[in-house]
C-alpha cells in the first residue's frame, strides 16, 4: 500500500482530485486530452463545448507538466507520456476507499 502522507499529498490539490476521481471511473487508460475535458467539465469552467481553447489549453498543460506525472507517486497509476496515456492499474482497495470517500465529501448531491 501507498503511504498514507503520499494518498493526502494527492488529493491536495483540487485538479488532481478531479483526475483521480475521473480515473477511478474508468476501466482502461485514457488521453490526457479526454482527461483534460473532464476535469474543464468538473471546473463547471462552462458547458464543455463552450469551453475556450485557451481554458482547455491552460488545464492540459498543468496536467501534463504537473497533476499526471505527480499521481505517478502511486505506483499503481501508470503515465505512458509518450503516448499521452494515463491509467490506474490494480490499484488497493484503501486507496480507492480514500478517493470515494474525498469525492463524496466534495461533491455530497452526487450518487456514488
Known amino acids: 500500500m501507498v503511504s498514507l502522507d503520499t494518498i493526502f499529498d494527492l488529493l491536495s490539490e483540487e485538479r488532481r482530485r478531479y483526475v483521480l476521481y475521473y480515473l477511478k471511473e474508468?476501466?482502461?487508460?485514457?488521453?490526457?486530452?479526454?482527461?483534460?475535458?473532464?476535469?474543464?467539465?468538473?471546473?463547471?469552467?462552462?458547458?464543455?463545448?463552450?469551453?475556450?481553447?485557451?481554458?482547455?489549453?491552460?488545464?492540459?498543460?498543468s496536467l501534463r507538466h504537473n497533476h499526471v506525472p505527480k499521481t505517478t507517486d502511486a505506483k499503481f497509476v501508470e503515465y505512458d507520456r509518450a503516448d499521452g496515456v494515463i491509467r490506474l492499474r490494480d490499484s488497493p482497495p484503501e486507496f480507492e476507499a480514500l478517493v470515494t470517500i474525498a469525492e463524496i465529501i466534495e461533491n455530497p448531491d452526487t450518487d456514488e
Open 26 to 61: 474508468q476501466d482502461g487508460p485514457v488521453s490526457v486530452t479526454e482527461l483534460t475535458e473532464a476535469v474543464a467539465d468538473r471546473e463547471k469552467v462552462s458547458s464543455p463545448e463552450d469551453v475556450p481553447d485557451e481554458t482547455l489549453e491552460r488545464i492540459d498543460v
